[in-house]
């Protein structure tokens, strides 16, 4: 995954990496949830439109339109326990397109997973400090 993306990482300077301890665990645990929550509102956030039907004449200014579906469909999280970090975004080659935009082609930028992360933002915060709260880490 390196198209587009967002990381949530547990243990930037490796002290948990002894993956029998309980921090490690309770890291582990933190970051799925936040890494789910992300997902979850990803997928039901409204960052593209029903489609470019046979009738429309332009495409939407802030939102991207459905063609094929194999953009939205492509997201995924992968999890890696030794690092504790959970990554979750698409490998799919004009993600990056539609998420920054290519002024130079005159293609405006339709975030999808940059307005996830900048509305699940403090959500995140919390769930990680409340899972690990709850572990009284």
């Known amino acids: 995954m390196a198209m587009v993306e967002t990381v949530i990482k547990g243990d930037p300077k490796g002290m948990f990496r002894d993956m029998r301890t ?3 665990k309770a890291h582990l645990h933190a970051i799925k949830k936040g890494i789910a929550h992300i997902q979850r509102h ?4 409204e960052w593209v439109t029903g489609g470019m039907g046979k009738h429309a004449k332009k495409p939407h200014p802030t939102k991207l339109s459905v063609r094929t579906s194999v953009l939205k469909k492509s997201y995924t999280i992968k999890l890696d326990k030794k690092k504790l970090e959970a990554r979750y975004g698409t490998d799919v080659k004009y993600a990056r397109v539609h998420e920054f935009g290519l002024p130079g082609r005159n293609i ?4 999808g997973l940059q307005n996830t992360i900048t509305a699940t933002g403090s959500a995140i915060e919390k769930i990680l400090a409340n899972a ?4 009284g880490l």
């Open 132 to 135: 690990l709260k709850k572990e």
């Open 22 to 24: 309980k921090a490690h």
């Open 42 to 45: 990803h997928k039901r956030e």
């Open 108 to 111: 405006r930028k339709r975030p």
